[in-house]
């Protein structure tokens, strides 16, 4: 909770230009990214190259930042063909720089290469690009499989297997409708998932595939070329990374479970899920939605300054609670699961 509770670095361009001089030797412009941690920049450099600047927030603990370094140099010598971001060395071969900031604050710098692609969100949703997504995050699972880094067990609200810990939020829904529903899926997820959430699988997940971070080819919308952002990689139930993918597909389709189905079996296709993780993914991914909307309501009134980017999930997460509450648990799991087998044979 420290590190959304910290305001992102602020650095000029100028400084952040000078920066990556010193660090890397590359000249170039900069411009901003969207964040919403840390301070993102676009480095446009003088050679026509482009790369990812990131100056972390000062309260991220420096192991989680060398965990998400880590992380992207396993993918790289695991499954070289995974169109990850990869980890731009300093000019003395290290894979992050150490500032301060201007209030003296600590904090990491890092540069990843930049990937082309177009962003999910702005493309026509089709069967085949939800199966293409599906399936590119089995394989990044098991890209990541059998990666382990002493960070990887860090506190992040972004984890639908720790929902409960934002019960407190609760109490900021102003609306009270909103706020009886997320106590019922609160409920739900309390009484009939956390229990079982020790018995399953875990391992490091991306924890955030969706329409924003998952880029396709121009000429191919169904052909991904790029997965990005992995600041909220966490180890966790991996049950929990395929029903948070699932959650971003209830939108744009007459079906709300449409989407998500397709998704959940072309994923089940390429990495079976077990009995007991298929009987909790759809409680998961109504809990996504629930942490969406708790967490981007109490960061929005704490930082209207970037209340559009906080907020840019919140209707569609409240949307598919209200949907998802007139259905049992059974009837959503069966809806989800409709496609396994299709999926399987594939």
């Not at 990869?86 to 201007?102: C, D, F, Q, S």
Request: net charge negative.
């Amino acid at each position: 909770m420290t590190a959304l509770s910290t305001t992102a670095p602020d650095l000029a361009p100028a400084v952040v230009e000078a920066l990556v001089h010193r660090l890397y030797g590359i000249e170039g412009s900069t411009r901003p990214l969207a964040g919403e941690r840390d301070q993102n920049c676009l480095v446009q450099a003088s050679d026509g190259c482009r790369y990812v600047f990131k100056i972390s927030n000062p309260s991220e603990p420096a192991s989680v930042v060398d965990f998400q370094i880590a992380a992207l140099d396993h993918i790289a010598r695991a499954s070289p063909d995974q169109p990850v971001p990869r980890v731009v060395r300093t000019l003395e071969g290290r894979t992050h720089g150490n500032i301060a900031l201007p209030e003296g604050l600590p904090a990491r710098v890092r540069m990843l290469t930049y990937l082309d692609g177009i962003q999910i969100r702005e493309t026509v949703r089709t069967a085949a690009q939800r199966r293409a997504m599906g399936t590119g995050l089995a394989e990044l699972n098991r890209a990541l499989h059998g990666f382990a880094h002493p960070g990887a067990a860090h506190d992040l609200l972004w984890n639908v297997a720790t929902a409960h810990r934002l019960a407190e939020k609760l109490d900021g829904i102003v609306d009270e409708n909103r706020r009886v529903l997320a106590q019922a899926f609160m409920t739900r997820f309390t009484e009939h998932v956390l229990p079982r959430l020790a018995a399953l699988r875990s391992q490091v997940i991306h924890n955030d595939y969706h329409l924003y971070n998952v880029l396709v080819a121009p000429d191919d919308h169904s052909r991904i070329v790029g997965v990005i952002d992995f600041g909220d990689m966490v180890h966790a139930p991996l049950v929990g990374e395929v029903a948070t993918a699932a959650a971003f597909h209830m939108a744009g389709s007459v079906d709300p479970f449409e989407g998500p189905a397709q998704f959940v079996a072309a994923y089940h296709a390429a990495l079976p899920l077990t009995d007991a993780e298929q009987e909790v993914v759809a409680d998961l991914m109504a809990t996504r939605h629930l942490i969406t909307v708790l967490i981007s309501e109490w960061r929005a009134a704490r930082y209207p300054e970037n209340r559009a980017y906080i907020m840019r999930h919140n209707p569609a997460a409240w949307e598919a609670l209200f949907h998802m509450a007139d259905l049992s648990r059974a009837t959503a799991r069966d809806r989800l699961l409709a496609g396994l087998q299709i999926g399987a044979t594939q």
